[in-house]
């Protein structure tokens, strides 16, 4: 996630840019207090587009974080499929303003998109929305927070693991989503196949955790006796990949494009092996998924933090969204003198 003084900085550095994109909240239900990142924003009248990908039951208010549209974003998709019960790819955009030119929009979503849209999928939306709304209108979400706080409580029974809650002060973590790590020192992947082999499928691993979706209405908690057993696998499983205390996202917070993308555009590309790849200019953007937070964008300088992160990525055999070659260890990189 993308916290104030680190949105504030960039803001300062690029005043005026022709937009910011946040995604909020992340995968793992982090979400952070999002007006004051968007006031700042509309101070110099930069639009703010929320990819809310996995806070459309954000609507329901408390226990869960604020939706960004009442924070006042402009621009905002949902992925009602994830957490509302709507169909695979149903999706909300809303708009919020405007600064938003409605035509412009319109426009470019007949380009984009398919002209002959899915009627069951647009039903199914229309059936979450309405479930949303009922929710609302008869006051359950009490029952639901109760539900959830009962389902943490038995994961929280669970030996041998832990559940973990955001690192830095001022982020809510929405109540549907909970990360468990090995107190073992198991990698989340490790923890996965432990998870799985007894019938509670994880929605991702990562290197350190995984995370559980859990249901909105759902009142199905795992028997203690299923919890004891999942607790005793972790303890008698030997740790193959400790997870790591130190790699963790590269920590330089806001970082600047070298070159103007038509500059950029007029410089060839190589491959190179990643390590050649450090202070290159990559030619391609490299995203490990889930939770698809992109480690390297195209245009932009890479670290030799990076590259040992990503090294380390593709030795644990993560999926990366990017080109093949990543798996031979190579990135396709910019060659910085433009084309002859
Ligand atoms: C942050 C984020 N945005 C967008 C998407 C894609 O949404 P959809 O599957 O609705 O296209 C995902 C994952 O699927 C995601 O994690």
């Given at each position: 996630h993308i916290l104030y003084e680190t949105a504030k900085d960039a803001i300062s550095q690029y005043?005026?840019?022709?937009?910011?994109?946040?995604?909020?909240?992340?995968?793992?239900?982090?979400?952070?207090?999002?007006?004051?990142?968007?006031?700042?924003?509309?101070q110099h009248d930069i639009p703010v587009l929320v990819d809310e990908a996995h806070g459309a039951h954000f609507v329901l208010g408390h226990p869960f974080p604020q939706s960004?549209?009442?924070?006042?974003?402009?621009?905002?998709?949902?992925?009602?499929?994830?957490?509302?019960?709507?169909?695979?790819?149903?999706?909300?955009?809303?708009?919020?303003?405007?600064?938003?030119?409605?035509?412009?929009?319109?426009?470019?979503l007949s380009v984009l998109q398919s002209s002959s849209p899915s009627y069951p999928i647009m039903a199914s939306l229309d059936i979450a929305r309405a479930y949303a709304e009922d929710i609302m209108k008869t006051n359950r979400t009490a029952d639901i927070e109760k539900e959830l706080i009962n389902m943490r409580e038995v994961f929280s029974q669970m030996n041998g693991a832990e559940i973990v809650e955001p690192a830095d002060a001022g982020i809510q973590q929405d109540p549907l989503k909970l990360s468990v790590r090995s107190a073992y020192g198991h990698s989340g992947f490790e923890l996965k196949?432990?998870?799985?082999?007894?019938?509670?499928?994880?929605?991702?691993?990562?290197?350190?955790?995984?995370l559980l979706v859990l249901p909105l209405e759902g009142k199905n908690k795992p028997a203690p006796e299923l919890i004891r057993t999942i607790g005793k696998e972790i303890k008698d499983t030997a740790v193959q990949h400790d997870h790591p205390a130190g790699i963790g996202i590269p920590s330089e917070k806001v970082t600047a494009v070298p070159y103007r993308k038509s500059k950029l555009s007029a410089f060839k590309k190589e491959s190179v092996p990643f390590a050649e790849a450090a202070g290159r200019i990559s030619a391609e953007p490299v995203i490990p998924y889930p939770p698809g937070i992109p480690l390297i964008m195209a245009g932009e300088r890479i670290t030799k933090e990076t590259i040992s992160l990503l090294t380390r990525l593709?030795?644990?055999?993560?999926?990366?969204?990017?080109?093949?070659q990543l798996k031979q260890k190579q990135l396709t990189v910019y060659i910085e003198e433009e084309k002859s």
């Open positions: 005043p005026h840019a022709n937009g910011i994109v946040l995604t909020y909240p992340n995968y793992y239900g982090h979400a952070v207090d999002l007006k004051p990142i968007i006031e700042e924003a509309h960004s549209l009442k924070a006042g974003a402009d621009v905002v998709v949902q992925s009602a499929h994830k957490t509302l019960p709507a169909m695979t790819m149903g999706s909300y955009l809303h708009m919020n303003s405007r600064r938003i030119n409605r035509d412009r929009l319109t426009y470019y196949s432990i998870f799985e082999a007894n019938g509670i499928h994880p929605e991702l691993a990562d290197e350190r955790q995984v593709v030795d644990l055999n993560v999926h990366i969204q990017g080109s093949n």
